[in-house]
């Protein structure tokens, strides 16, 4: 069985502040793939990231990265320098990498980014 | 390149009917997810269709049906409707295979009285 869990309900900052989403996973497949999805107040989700379970190399887009600790079951989501339009909710999701496209998504961290 | 579209955007249908959501891929996609998600919650995957069949489904009982057409537009039914199926309704397209990237639609917000 797969589980993700986002511990943080909601967070609220200051913008310009930085902001770490925290993300933990459980599953039994040697080989996965770990994604992020932003759902802003629309509804549609935006893909964000996906990582592959090989590669645990950290990520850097332009205010966005992402820390991947296989050891730790961790994939954390970081906003450098927050800004209002970052204001959404945001899934972490996990996939096995064979079968079909089964995603699994935590229940979603709220963002605020206060002016 | 045409996104992942759904209709209608909005539905309110009472306990007991029936209801039908669609869904157009995104030009090129033959496989085609439907998610649930509750408000306040992550979504639930219902099923997965690629080339017409399915091939894939989560934790939902048989009243949840559904169709993928010859141009891989798709539908979902859902029959004996109740109170908790009151959600937003994702529709996701991809290429198959399971390196491949889902790309969503805008969703079907279902209201059931």
């Known amino acids: 069985a797969q589980k993700v869990t986002q511990a943080q309900t909601e967070i609220s900052v200051v913008e310009k502040e930085d902001v770490t989403l925290d993300c933990v996973y459980e599953t039994r497949d040697t080989t996965y793939y770990l994604f992020w999805y932003k759902q802003p107040p629309s509804g549609e989700l935006v893909f964000l990231i996906r990582r592959n379970s090989f590669d645990e190399q950290n990520e850097i887009s332009g205010r966005y990265s992402w820390n991947f600790q296989k050891s730790t079951s961790s994939f954390n989501f970081t906003i450098t320098a927050s800004q209002v339009v970052d204001s959404a909710v945001y899934f972490c999701a996990l996939r096995p990498s064979g079968g079909y496209q089964k995603v699994t998504f935590g229940t979603g961290t709220k963002l605020q980014v206060i002016p | 390149e045409t996104g992942v579209t759904q209709s209608p955007t909005h539905l309110i249908k009472t306990r007991g009917q029936q209801v039908t959501l669609r869904c157009s891929s995104q030009?090129?996609?033959?496989?085609v997810s439907w998610y649930q998600q509750a408000l306040g919650q992550g979504p639930q995957f219902i099923f997965q269709y690629y080339r017409e069949e399915e091939n894939g489904r989560g934790n939902f009982p048989p009243r949840f049906s559904g169709l993928q057409f010859p141009n891989y537009s798709s539908e979902l039914n859902v029959n004996a409707l109740e109170l908790d199926d009151s959600a937003l309704y994702l529709c996701?397209?991809?290429?198959?295979?399971?390196?491949?990237?889902?790309?969503f639609g805008p969703g079907t917000r279902l209201t059931v009285t």
């Open positions: 030009s090129g996609h033959n496989t």
């Open positions: 996701a397209s991809s290429l198959g295979g399971a390196d491949r990237e889902q790309y």
